[in-house]
């Protein structure tokens, strides 16, 4: 309906339809990620190992956020030090859905005309990947509870009311699977 294959619609029936179809689509997500909170707790969390050029699928997220930066006037830059064609092995689906979750919390949670910075680094055989924002923050009381399941800082959520809280739980599971840490 909203591409016009029935017709053409009013500007109040537009409006309806689209809200509508952003609340699907908000559901989806949250489905999403309650089947891979269940498949994580089954040991059930599908990976795919291969060997990837990691720096591409850590510019291909940066890039595919670039567009919600833009909308929310946030700055989005990326640096790195690690050659370009540094090749890692690794699921790159799951590593890609998990920087855009931070990519995307880093991004919704910021302040008008803030920043967000994605750094990579090469360190003693490590990559460390560093997501930096201007953002909001979160309660220093409330730090430690920032990779558990349904977590989401107080004034998260009287800034934004959807979420379900479940993404940086899933984020600290594709890392952890990697072999890898996530920190705050």
Do not use: C, W
Request: charged content about 30%.
């Amino acid at each position: 309906l909203l591409d016009g294959d029935m017709g053409d619609l009013s500007e109040k029936q537009r409006e309806f339809l689209q809200q509508g179809f952003e609340a699907t689509e908000q559901m989806i997500r949250l489905v999403n990620d309650f089947l891979d909170i269940s498949r994580i707790e089954e040991g059930k969390f599908g990976f795919h190992f291969a060997k990837i050029r990691i720096i591409d699928t850590l510019k291909k997220a940066v890039q595919m956020s670039m567009a919600q930066a833009v909308t929310n006037s946030i700055t989005l830059t990326f640096h790195s030090d690690a050659p370009d064609d540094l090749m890692i092995i690794a699921d790159e689906e799951r590593l890609y859905a998990a920087m855009m979750n931070l990519l995307d919390n880093a991004i919704r949670y910021n302040k008008k005309t803030g920043e967000v910075a994605v750094i990579v680094v090469e360190k003693d055989g490590m990559l460390e990947v560093s997501v930096a924002d201007t953002g909001i923050g979160i309660p220093v009381d409330e730090q430690q509870k920032i990779f558990s399941r349904f977590y989401r800082a107080s004034n998260a959520i009287r800034r934004r009311t959807d979420g379900s809280g479940l993404g940086l739980y899933i984020v600290q599971n594709v890392v952890r699977r990697h072999g890898g840490d996530i920190r705050f």
